[in-house]
T-cell receptor
Framework: AQKVTQAQTEISVVEKEDVTLDCVYE???????LFWYKQPPSGELVFLIR??????QNEISGRYSWNFQKSTSSFNFTITASQVVDSAVYFC?????????????FGQGTRLTINP | DTGVSQNPRHKITKRGQNVTFRCDPI?????LYWYRQTLGQGPEFLTY????????KSRLLSDRFSAERPKGSFSTLEIQRTEQGDSAMYLC???????????????FGQGTRLTVV
């Protein structure tokens, strides 16, 4: 069975600090996809990144970076120089390569609060 | 078409009543998904459609739940004889099959928050 664990329930930091959100996953599939979504108070899940299991290259997008390590089954997310607008709940998710369907298994989420 | 639209945004109903939610996906997306999110938890997959065909249903979807997607466009999720445990946010998402076999990202609506009293 697939499982995603986000051990950090809540994180609170002061603006401009760097913060890393942890994600550990379990799957028996050799081909799978990993995602990060942001959920602001409005409720809509906002897609941040998708990674397939064959691509272990780290990725940077502006202040966001992701570290995918297959050896430890982790897909961590770092926000550099955090801003108040980054405050939200962040979800890590896993999907098997089932005909391209988006049957996502989500972690419990990490509530990130950036204080001014 | 600016995104996935869900109606209503909020619904309060008495236990035992039936409720129906609607989801309008992004127009060119052929896949549509329903998820349920309870307070403090991540969303849980309920079911998905490819065009008008319902291809998979989670065991979370009891026989009181039914989903349809007539003509492969909008979708409805009905809950019959609601129970307090049905209180949750119901999220709809859509995606395109354009670049299969790769997964394309799913775009989510803002959800319908159901409260059963």
């Amino acid at each position: 069975a697939q499982k995603v664990t986000q051990a950090q329930t809540e994180i609170s930091v002061v603006e401009k600090e760097d913060v890393t959100l942890d994600c550990v996953y379990e799957t028996r599939d050799t081909t799978y996809y990993l995602f990060w979504y942001k959920q602001p108070p409005s409720g809509e899940l906002v897609f941040l990144i998708r990674r397939n299991s064959f691509d272990e290259q780290n990725e940077i997008s502006g202040r966001y970076s992701w570290n995918f390590q297959k050896s430890t089954s982790s897909f961590n997310f770092t926000i550099t120089a955090s801003q108040v607008v980054d405050s939200a709940v962040y979800f890590c998710a896993l999907s098997e390569a089932d005909q391209g369907a988006q049957k996502l298994v989500f972690g419990q989420g990490t509530r990130l609060t950036i204080n001014p | 078409d600016t995104g996935v639209s869900q109606n209503p945004r909020h619904k309060i109903t008495k236990r035992g009543q039936n409720v129906t939610f609607r989801c309008d996906p992004i127009s060119e997306h052929n896949r549509l998904y329903w998820y349920r999110q309870t307070l403090g938890q991540g969303p849980e997959f309920l079911t998905y459609f490819q065009n008008e065909a319902q291809l998979e249903k989670s065991r979370l979807l009891s026989d009181r739940f039914s989903a349809e997607r007539p003509k492969g466009s909008f979708s409805t999720l009905e809950i019959q004889r609601t129970e307090q445990g049905d209180s949750a946010m119901y999220l709809c998402a859509s995606s395109s099959e354009v670049d299969r076999p790769l997964n394309t990202e799913a775009f989510f609506g803002q959800g319908t928050r159901l409260t059963v009293v």
